[in-house]
DNA sequence: TATGAATGAGCGTTCATTCAT
DNA sequence: CATGAATGAACGCTCATTCAT
């Protein structure tokens, strides 16, 4: 019964199919026209589905908001007290985020870059983004309570330069090359999520 | 003389606005119309100073890449042997692209976001966000010569990880508030490079 | 049943709209609002039909050079030997020729002044003209292989004559007048055909 | 002193170079900055010279129906008594006509064409196609009076066949290739008018 | 559920014309 | 005479949305 074409696999494919020409080509240059006709169906088809365009970008972020937190709310561990754990720790968050954002890179393009729409759109993928960067506030949050990381630490510089890292890492990992030399989309999430936790923690010098 | 108002200053006037414009509200849903009424100008000027919507954009984008690698250029200081001494180098870099951001910044904006715009627009910046990191490869290439930095490390990686932070710092510290109980958007330029250098250098357990 | 109204009945309406405005005002004058509010559709309506403005001159002029072609085709009669049944052949092909130019006088301005438009409406016009022309000249051929005609006879000149005869007359008939107190308008295709068949083959002296 | 440059310099060359661009692309097509671009004027010096775009036309065609006429007056000759005489004198006529239009081929185009343009320039063109129509009528009037013609003659039709056949000539030898195949263009003005003049007196069957 | 036809507001661009210098 | 900058009405075309079937 779970194959039971029909409604919910049209509307399915059409969320697909529009998160990837969002992520593509921008929201504002996706035509329902050039998803429906992807998708094989009429433009009548697309508005029995859904309300409106921007309802349809609005259900794609909402839905992967909601998977990233799992996702993040997984790779929280409860943290040992040695610093190869924390950092352990942290790449394994990290690579929970690498591989999610592997399987929907559309979504995190379009997260990423407001979709280039709309200010509700844009609102959406920020507030997406915020509570992204609140549990990494959260986990250090509780390093620091932990005597792990230092007290005097402003808490909002070092989430927003660790989110600032993420999104850096990912949008040249998946939808790169932003440059042309890079190897970066090469490597695995493990890997990827190794040097991203060691320069997280010990910057430039650490290496 | 120089100053005399005419031609020249209607088009530095329209190119300023657009730029704000597209900024503020992408590429797509900026309007001429917008543009040239706040220019107190007529459409047909408009296109008499600029082929298309898409050339004003490009023109944009264009000169802000020369001022911006000039920035960067200027930044470049011959390196000393200490550690201290090449993390300040790095914060006075850091320090000009901070500044030349919150002089310049719907450009900034319009780079990182692409305009939300058309291929070849969001081509062209691009472009320029490579001609960045390009930049700051060859000064950590420079830096590993000197015997500062491992010569072991992942020049790729390292460079696409510093130029994650700085666009993630300057899109928090100008577009801002990601998270609204940031406060990073009250600090200074030279506040902000410090504490990126350190980061950068450092990592989250040197700050 | 096949009668009724929709998408079909709307898009030969156009069509029919079209082509009439394009004759009276050429191509560039006709505005699509003009074509649609005398249809009594949307802009929207006109653009789900046509790709553009140009795609609905050439179709025009492409539906048109098919049946005037099966014209010519039928006023194909096999020539009897003598001069006289040469003329009547000639004539009944030059009636066939008015009559349905008598029911499509806006095709055959267009096709006659290219629409004023664009190269593309232009050399499509002139295709069917050439085409036309080819078909008197096959018509020419045969009457010389049955010796009807002097051999002598230089059929690209004659052809062209016979063109610019029908052309002339075709124009001063329909879309006249050309000289103000000019008869020709009033007279039948019949009449019309007889007299140009007799100058056709003899000349001013022969009339 | 025929040759001080200066403002009738400028105004002929602009004349002449909206002749031409009328002819190969119409009016309507034509831009006013095409015009001045390829005269290396400005826009504005355009408009000193000519209160509009119509206004050229207008100029054009109007200098242009002087000069035609003043030929088909010329071509007029006192006509001799026999056939061939009467053949030799209109081959004369198409011959003044044929080698004023090969050094004048925009004009003719554009009388022949009526520019594509608006209402006005059709109508000037007209006026100038009817005029050449009247000066063969008025000729045909007189053969009529010498007794070479029959008297029964339809001389409205006659004439309309006649300017039909000469319309016809000139665009195919000027600004053909109607049809690919066509040696016409390369003739001779004689020869283009003895061989028109026989088809106009003979026919098909006379050649 | 699904379709295709229709809608109409909106936008980018063109171009003849004007005018201060 | 000549320029170049400016004007603004007009037009072709797009596309999200609606609706009868």
Known sequence: MSGSSGAQDTKELLLKIAAEYFARHGYRQTKISDIVKQAGVSQGTFYWHFKSKEAVALEII??????????????????????PD??????????????????????????????GG??????????????????????????????????????????????????????????GPIHPQSTIQDKTPEALAQETA????FGLLGM
């Open 118 to 175: 709309d200010d509700a759109i844009r609102q959406a993928a920020y507030e997406t983004r915020i509570a992204m960067e609140d549990a990494f506030r959260r986990n250090m949050s509780r390093a620091i309570e932990l005597g792990m990381l230092p007290e005097s630490m402003d808490l909002d510089a070092r989430s927003a330069l660790l989110m600032s890292l993420i999104e850096g890492v990912i949008s040249r990992w998946l939808f």
């Open 198 to 201: 060691r320069f997280e923690f």
């Open 86 to 115: 924390m950092v352990q720790a942290s790449a394994k968050l990290l690579e929970g985020i690498f591989r999610f954002s592997r399987e929907n890179p559309y979504l995190m393009e379009i997260l990423f870059t407001g979709g």
């Open 62 to 83: 909402q839905a992967g908001k909601e998977q990233l937190l799992a996702v993040i709310q997984q790779g929280y561990r409860k943290q040992e007290g040695t610093v």
